[in-house]
């Protein structure tokens, strides 16, 4: 299939598969005579199991090692379990970090009484580089 389809199968911007064949992320696809690139099935595979692991936040590096252990019928989940672990452990810590940030933010809204007059604790807190009031 032409990278539009191939793209638009594995809902990924036609850009995007592009650049995963450019780092070699997956195999460079095939061409016509004409010069255009076509992708198998296999191919359309990898780029949806790349999106998927992209929007959980692994890193290009990552989903290469995560390609190369798909692509292994050999691979140890102990491998891909160590990976994703790793993954979950920094997700756990942008939670929290959102957390506090959601927190912090609220109580800036919260003190502040969204009226006429130009004394506003948010832009004070905003401007505090210690944040909060």
Known sequence: MNISTAARTAGLPVKTVRYYADIGLVSAPSRTAAGYRTYDAGAVRKLAFIRRAREFGFS??????????????????????????????????????????????????????????????????LGNRHGGL
Not at 68 to 97: G, P, T, W
Request: aromatic letters at 2%.
């Open 60 to 125: 290009i590096a990552e989903c290469r090692e995560l390609l190369s252990l798909y692509e292994d019928q050999h691979r140890s989940s102990a491998d891909v379990r160590r990976i994703a672990m790793k993954r979950l452990a920094e997700i756990a810590k942008k939670r929290r970090e959102l957390r506090l940030l959601h927190d912090d933010l609220a109580h800036l809204v919260d003190a502040c009484k969204g009226d006429d007059r130009p004394d506003c604790p948010i832009i004070d807190g």
